[in-house]
């Protein structure tokens, strides 16, 4: 488990730990958002949660994931937050097919790279995002479009998470998985 780490009073000095990546994938409505804040509590400062939906939907303003102007910035950002020594959660629908390579780039500035993928049915990502606050920013249509289901990237064994696991739960069980 990483120790938490704070800034030292007063100071604006950086704290240095050892890069760690968290990696969360899965369809949207699984849970991810929600896991990534917990981890980001859990580990403190300095940890940087990057989300794909914020650089997709905000930065660029790409409704279609598949254009993906949005990914090369979010790479340089995960790997510049690792390069200086901080702890970065992934947040993202991810799909195998198209960011693998780019996955595997930022995990390779990591000193420990954790791969946790939601394996949900569409009707239970459904099911969640009803009862997020955003839901009404997209509808099932759209999640039908981005769902593609079990998808594991070629290069690791990513943790399998089903719909069991409540969010605390999935969050201890990233922290005592061990890296690469």
Same mark, same amino acid.
């Given at each position: 488990m990483?120790?938490?780490?704070s +800034?030292?009073?007063g100071?604006?000095?950086? $704290?240095r730990?050892?890069?760690?990546?968290v990696v @969360?994938? =899965?369809?949207?409505?699984?849970?991810?958002?929600?896991?990534?804040?917990l981890?980001?509590?859990?580990?403190?400062w300095?940890?940087?949660?990057?989300?794909?939906?914020?650089f997709?939907?905000?930065?660029?303003?790409e409704?279609?994931?598949r254009?993906?102007?949005?990914a090369d +910035?979010?790479e340089?950002?995960?790997?510049? $937050?690792?390069d200086?020594g901080?702890?970065?959660? @992934?947040d =993202?629908?991810f799909?195998?097919?198209?960011?693998?390579?780019?996955?595997?780039?930022?995990?390779?500035h990591a000193?420990d790279?954790?791969?946790s993928?939601?394996?949900?049915?569409?009707?239970e990502?459904?099911?969640?995002h009803?009862?997020?606050?955003?839901?009404s920013?997209?509808?099932?249509?759209?999640?039908r479009?981005?769902f593609?289901?079990?998808?594991?990237?070629?290069?690791?064994?990513?943790?399998r998470?089903?719909?069991?696991?409540?969010?605390?739960?999935?969050?201890?069980r990233?922290?005592?998985?061990?890296?690469?």
């Open positions: 990483v120790r938490k780490q +800034l030292p009073a100071r604006n000095t950086p $704290c730990v050892a890069p760690v990546l @969360l994938r =899965g369809n949207s409505g699984s849970g991810k958002s929600t896991v990534a804040r981890l980001q509590q859990e580990l403190g300095p940890t940087a949660v990057l989300e794909q939906d914020y997709c939907r905000v930065v660029f303003d409704a279609d994931q254009r993906l102007a949005h +910035l979010l340089v950002a995960a790997v510049h $937050c690792l200086q901080h702890r970065v959660v @992934l =993202g629908i799909n195998a097919r198209l960011y693998a390579g780019m996955l595997q780039r930022i995990a390779e000193d790279a954790r791969f993928a939601f394996d949900l049915t569409f009707e990502t459904v099911r969640r009803a009862m997020r606050p955003k839901a920013t997209f509808g099932v249509e759209e999640m479009s981005w593609h289901g079990w998808q594991p990237l070629p290069f690791v064994n990513e943790h998470i089903g719909p069991e696991l409540d969010p605390e739960a999935i969050v201890n990233i922290l005592a998985a061990s890296g690469r």
